[in-house]
């Protein structure tokens, strides 16, 4: 096992940080290593901590009487210049639990109502989302969508257009747009599942 000597902060941002770590590997060479955060400080690090608390939730839910059209979000992102369709999602407060969070997150990205499912805690729980880059992990919350889409508590820095995307745009989202990746595991099962939570069982 590789082993960490000393971690740097090297940003002050308000939703995720930079940190430096100096490391030496395995194989006894020396490691220069860069971690975007979700942690306001050193101690806070995962790697510190050894604790996997998630930093945000997505959430995958159906929408209309027939059970047939998906809760997608078209989101403009910096990072990219450009749009990329998404799971609506977001950042769990402070002592905020998940499944309150993704209920939350869901009326301010979209209006609509969320009524969770209850899962097996092994489809639910954090998982990382990109550790060559950071620490994040995210919580999936799995529910139905109700009620009519509004914009109005979306905040000023989000640019976001809600979609209700039945099988056939889902394949051509797929095939044409930019997708992140959590959310095109799941249109995969939407696609192919006559019973889009049947994996869940």
Do not use: W
Not at 68 to 81: E, K, M, N, S, T
Not at 83 to 98: H, K, Q, R, S, T
Not at 142 to 171: F, M, N
């Amino acid at each position: 096992m590789g082993k960490i000597h000393d971690v740097q902060k090297l940003t002050d941002n308000r939703f995720v940080n930079l940190y430096h770590v100096d490391a030496t590997s395995i194989h006894n060479t020396p490691v220069s290593y860069y971690v975007a955060s979700r942690a306001k400080d050193i101690p806070s690090l995962k790697l510190r901590t050894g604790r996997n608390d998630p930093d945000g939730v997505i959430i995958y839910s159906i929408y209309g009487e027939k059970k047939d059209r998906v809760v997608l979000i078209r989101q403009y992102r910096y990072a990219l210049g450009g749009y990329i369709y998404e799971f609506p999602a977001g950042l769990v407060e402070p002592n905020e639990d998940f499944h309150e969070g993704a209920v939350r997150e869901m009326y301010e990205e979209t209006g609509l109502k969320l009524e969770p499912l209850k899962v097996d805690p092994a489809y639910e729980k954090p998982y990382f989302t990109t550790i060559g880059m950071t620490d994040e992990s995210c919580a999936t919350v799995y529910g139905y969508a109700s009620g009519k889409i509004s914009k109005d508590a979306q905040e000023d820095t989000e640019e976001i257009e809600v979609v209700l995307a039945d099988r056939d745009e889902v394949r051509r989202i797929l095939k044409e747009e930019n997708v992140a990746i959590m959310c095109a595991y799941m249109l995969m099962h939407f696609l192919n599942d006559e019973e889009p939570f049947a994996f869940l069982n």
